[in-house]
């Protein structure tokens, strides 16, 4: 765990933190309704679009997808699907985070079963004490220089390899 500098608040501002929180965690499902994530496929044949508990809201095929066959197909809207509830999850968190405060997020990202995907390690998130860690050592050296970037396996001609900075939440 990380050490942190405790913050002074007045009475009335913890008492006001409180019931936001206690407000939050009321509205925790319609935060997560009102989120959304979309992504879309490498070659723009598949977008998804899902709300923060996972509701399908959208599902768009270009006329050509059929081109993939049958099976491809249907891998690739899952993985598209797959993004896209990725995003919508950690746009929640993101909402919830600032309200709720660290713990009480991780807390129902346990109860759920769904860990924010900035935590994920596999997907290339970072752990709070890690980009903690990270802070401060930028901070003591001063500005970074670049860092070479590791293969992510991407390739353009295959319909099922994904590229995460494609996915967009602009729609």
Known sequence: MTE???IRRSTKQLIEDGRARQEAMANIDTVL???RGTAYDNHQSVRVTVDGRGKLLELWLRQDAVRWGADQLGRLIVMVAQAAMDQATQAGYNKLGPILGDNMTYAIELISGRSAPARNPQAGGI???EFQRRRDERVA???AKAEPVDDDGFDPDDPLSFDLSSLRSDR
């Open 4 to 6: 942190r500098e405790p």
């Open 33 to 35: 309704a009102g989120v």
């Open 127 to 129: 752990t709070a004490e």
């Open 141 to 143: 050296n001063g500005p």
